[in-house]
């Protein structure tokens, strides 16, 4: 059983080259402010339900909604996400973060895990040596003690699970339809600020919108292949890509092994 001790040195690492997840409150503020918020959608072919053991798949069955991608039973992830090459917008020249008081849930809980079934590893995280010889205990027995970091982990998680068909039906708002295979890759979806804050903000959306069918987008050809073969809407990423769309794959493109076409 771990025990980890931490205290944060304000290095600024971790607010620097980020993909944050953020809730729909989070990415309205995110927005309102002048940056970014970009939505990573994933695809998981949903045969039959889990099993009460098999706990990866009931924690993504708590953050996705069930829908269809052609004639193939799917559940669908879609994170409302901050994606930055260096430095936070929200990061001062002195590291220091200028929406302290109202800063993500992710970045208050940091180094520590939101996805229970991630177990804390220093070596995986980006914290300076000297930040994990702390008087303060932050793990005792792999469970989160600190404080701030369990009540955040807490609400993060509850919000993810409870704003899951509010994703579904703010992509159908905004004609959003593709993903990427779960474990291989995203698809991810930029519209234009204003049209992502009038939809996030918008309460009065009709509570059955939903897309019919996903597309779900890989740069494996003999993927693509395989989901169609399966009854999936599938297509290679190098023909779905447009100037508000993209894929980002785990593995290096390989769009000519198989037999897949557009
Ligand atoms: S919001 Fe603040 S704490 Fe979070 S990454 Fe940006 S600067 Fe760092
Ligand atoms: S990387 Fe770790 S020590 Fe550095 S600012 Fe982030 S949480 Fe603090």
Redesign the pocket.
């Known amino acids: 059983m771990a025990n980890l001790n931490f205290s944060c040195v304000a290095c ?1 690492k ?3 080259d ?1 993909r ?1 997840p953020l809730t729909r409150n989070e990415a309205i503020d995110w927005i309102a402010r002048g940056d970014t918020v970009e939505l990573l959608c994933e695809a998981l072919p949903w045969l039959e339900e889990p099993e009460p053991s098999n706990l990866h798949a009931l924690h993504k069955r708590r953050r996705s909604f069930a829908s269809m991608s052609g004639n193939l039973r799917i559940r669908v992830i879609v994170i409302l996400t ?1 994606i930055y090459v260096g ?6 020249e002195d590291f ?5 008081a109202t ?2 849930h ?3 809980v ?1 180094p520590a895990e939101i996805n229970p079934l991630i177990a804390l590893a220093p070596a995986n995280k980006l914290c300076p040596p000297e930040a994990w010889v702390s008087s303060v205990p932050l793990v005792r027995d792999d469970q989160v003690v600190e404080p701030e970091a369990k009540l955040h982990i807490a609400l993060s998680r509850d919000e993810d699970e409870h704003e899951a068909l509010f994703k579904q039906r703010l992509c159908a708002e905004l004609g959003i339809g593709s993903a990427g295979l779960s474990n291989e890759g995203f698809a991810i979806h930029a519209p234009a600020a204003e049209l992502l804050l009038k939809a996030l903000r918008n309460e009065a959306r009709a509570e059955h919108q939903s897309n019919p069918s996903w597309t779900i987008v890989s740069n494996q050809a003999a993927t693509v292949d395989a989901l169609r073969a399966a009854g999936a809407d599938s297509a290679l990423s190098s023909n779905t890509s447009t100037g508000s769309s993209r894929y980002v794959g785990f593995r290096a493109d390989a769009a000519v092994a198989g037999k897949a076409g557009s």
């Not at 430095?87 to 001062?92: G, I």
């Not at 220091?96 to 302290?100: G, T």
């Open positions: 600024g971790c607010c620097h980020l944050l901050a430095p936070c917008p929200n990061l001062d220091r973060c200028r929406i302290y800063r993500p992710v970045c208050r940091y």
